[in-house]
């Protein structure tokens, strides 16, 4: 708070300190009474919970007959040894069942005896052919065999007995197992609500024996002293701060935004990055459409764009000088580089020289070229390819280039197929003899492999790279892309370069290094 009184000003803060240290206390004894009232709620309720649980656990053992942990595992030891003895006497049982259907199945009194082990039997078989001791030797097997049968039966009758003792302990066993384990569940319960209630009628004692020794947190050192002089505000170091801070903000603007650029301004920069020659540098030509641009260069022959457009004719006729390139390739890495005008723009440099020239769209995926010529023609180099047309039929003649052009029409076929077709070398082949230049306009290499595959064609490779905008990675993978194919882009062309960006930079006035020299030999 300000105030223009110094008075007044002291005043309020110790006034504001007063109602500080008084709103704690007020603060501090409000949460201490409701704390005090809910713990107060809280230890009522857990009491009649405890109560209830071990109301429940007195019930659950007046009404079950429990036996300790040790017992249950005393009872299981008991199904163990039961099971071991209904298994026992099942293998007698079995043993006994074997033996005398094996007696019963001998078939000499020889094998009957053997089979029995009885010495009487043995003592008889001398004297078995004696009918009185074949018939006591009989009668002494079918004894034995009725106390073997005797034997099965008093196992059997065993099993059945150990079973029924077997299931009665184990269901004894489920049902004492099932009521030490709710018996333990409730158990649990009642300390759990024990544990809750004495925690909470601990916290409730000690909230009760606070509630009437509460002390600020805070307390007043010396009172207000009244200032001599104004404090705020300081204009003069407002001011210098301000300006400090918008140079600091300005300063790492800039600094931020040129280390995160990754364009190029100049040629020598570009150059650098590539190790490919810049032979052409073209300022942006004064059109908002790209028809105009061309209507532009014509009308303006002495512009410094068309200018421009001269050095780069110069530069690529002299690329090789023994053998000057008649078929050449305009390409770019990504889209929106203005290759496009810089093909139609070389077309018409090279018309105004009296030179035959044929312009041939090869970016057939996209079509721009009836953007600048306003030609509707919908047949073109793919029915020429494709035998449907001739190219007599399809050629047309630009009376904006001075110059015949051969548009890009769809068809069923992957472009890329289209021109790596030997129809497609054939053509180019038959037209060097009709024509003095041929240019060839295609598709961004980054985006499709047209490019590469007319490469292989063509005499000259013109690179088109854009001022400030095309990044060095895409520069470098699409020359890249080239040098893959054993096809090395001739030159490099900086395009659409601003003037006054050029010079916002620190570059020069103009576009280009000798520009500033030459404004007096351009007419714009």
């Known amino acids: 708070m300000e105030t223009t009184s110094a008075e007044k000003s002291a005043r309020i803060a110790d006034t504001l300190v007063d109602l500080y240290i008084l709103n704690q206390l007020e603060v501090k004894f409000e949460a201490t009474e409701q704390a005090t009232t809910w713990l107060t709620e809280r230890v009522t309720d857990l009491q009649v919970e405890l109560e209830e649980a071990e109301e429940r656990v007195k019930e659950f053992r007046a009404s079950t007959s429990l036996v300790s942990q040790e017992q249950l595992e005393g009872l299981e030891v008991q199904v163990k040894d039961m099971r071991e003895r209904i298994e026992n006497t099942r293998s007698d049982q079995e043993v006994a069942q074997a033996r005398l259907a094996s007696i019963r199945a001998a078939e000499t009194p020889q094998e009957k005896a053997e089979l029995t082990g009885d010495r009487q039997l043995q003592g008889l078989l001398p004297r078995i052919e004696n009918p009185d001791v074949a018939d006591s030797f009989e009668a002494r097997v079918s004894q034995i065999e009725a106390r073997i049968q005797a034997d099965i039966a008093r196992d059997e009758a065993q099993i059945s007995s150990l079973q029924d003792s077997l299931a009665t302990l184990e269901e004894q066993i489920d049902q004492q197992s099932e009521d030490l384990i709710e018996l333990q569940q409730l158990s649990r319960e009642a300390e759990a609500s024990r544990l809750l209630y004495e925690y909470f009628l601990a916290r409730l004692k000690e909230t009760s024996a606070q509630q009437g020794v509460q002390q600020a947190d805070s307390r007043m050192i010396s009172p207000a002293v009244v200032p001599a002089a104004a404090f705020a505000p300081r204009k003069s170091l407002i001011l210098a701060l301000s300006v400090i801070l918008g140079l600091m903000v300005g300063a790492a603007f800039v600094l931020i935004r040129e280390a ?15 190790g490919y020659a810049t032979i052409g540098q073209l300022p942006l030509i004064p059109a908002r459409r790209r028809k105009d641009a061309i209507t532009y260069l014509k009308d303006k ?128 082949a038959d037209l060097r003899g009709s024509y003095d230049v041929i240019i060839v306009d295609t598709p961004p290499v980054l985006i499709v492999p047209d490019a590469r595959v007319i490469a292989q064609n063509v005499d000259a490779t013109v ?16 020359l890249r892309e080239f040098e893959s194919v054993g096809k090395p882009v001739s030159g490099l062309v900086l395009n659409q370069i601003s003037p006054k960006g050029m010079k916002r930079y620190g570059y020069g006035n103009s576009y280009g290094p000798y520009s500033a020299y030459g404004s007096k030999y351009y007419v714009n």
């Open 463 to 478: 690179f088109i790279v854009k001022w400030d905008r095309t990044e060095k990675d895409q520069v470098v993978a699409a």
């Open 301 to 428: 022959p002495s512009s410094a764009a068309a200018e421009a457009i001269r050095n780069l004719r110069t530069s690529v006729m002299l690329s090789n000088v023994d053998t000057p390139p008649k078929v050449i390739m305009t390409s770019s890495a990504v889209s929106g580089e203005g290759k496009t005008t810089v093909a139609l723009s070389l077309a018409l440099n090279f018309s105004t020289m009296g030179k035959k020239v044929l312009l041939i769209e090869g970016d057939i995926r996209r079509r721009v070229f009836g953007q600048y010529l306003q030609e509707d023609q919908t047949e073109g180099i793919v029915s020429v390819l494709t035998g449907t047309k001739s190219f007599d039929d399809v050629v047309v003649h630009s009376e904006l280039l001075g110059a015949d052009v051969l548009l890009g029409d769809k068809g069923q076929s992957n472009a890329a197929d289209i021109f790596s077709s030997e129809r497609f070398a054939n053509l180019l």
């Open 260 to 274: 995160r650029n990754r364009a190029f301004r100049n040629a020598t920069q570009l150059e650098a990055a590539t």
